[in-house]
């Protein structure tokens, strides 16, 4: 699973199926440049930049499975920060006529 807020995706693995807390929040770790394109990608192709990806690894292919515009930030450190400032910074746009998404 990966979370991008903006420009700052939020890669944490997760089992599945999930099956305890520690299982659902996942753990964050280092972002392969192979992900990163996959997932930039799904973004680009809805034209959002706020938006959860599910990948699986099968046999080393990583397959797309779900994407979501609105993920649950569970597990990803410093998220409601994060959301905060992109958020804020997404109003300031608005108000003053810009795009919205720079997907």
Do not use: N, W
């Amino acid at each position: 699973m990966e979370a991008t807020i903006g420009d700052r995706p939020t890669p944490r693995p997760t089992v599945f199926p999930r099956r305890t807390e520690e299982e659902k929040q996942g753990e964050p770790f280092p972002l392969t440049p192979q992900l990163r394109d996959i997932a930039e990608r799904c973004g680009r192709a809805f034209g959002i930049d706020l938006y959860g990806v599910d990948i699986i690894e099968s046999e080393g292919t990583p397959y797309v499975v779900d994407m979501c515009s609105i993920p649950g930030f569970k597990g990803v450190p410093d998220s409601v920060r994060l959301l905060a400032q992109y958020f804020h910074a997404a109003a300031e746009r608005a108000a003053s006529g810009e795009v919205l998404s720079h997907a």
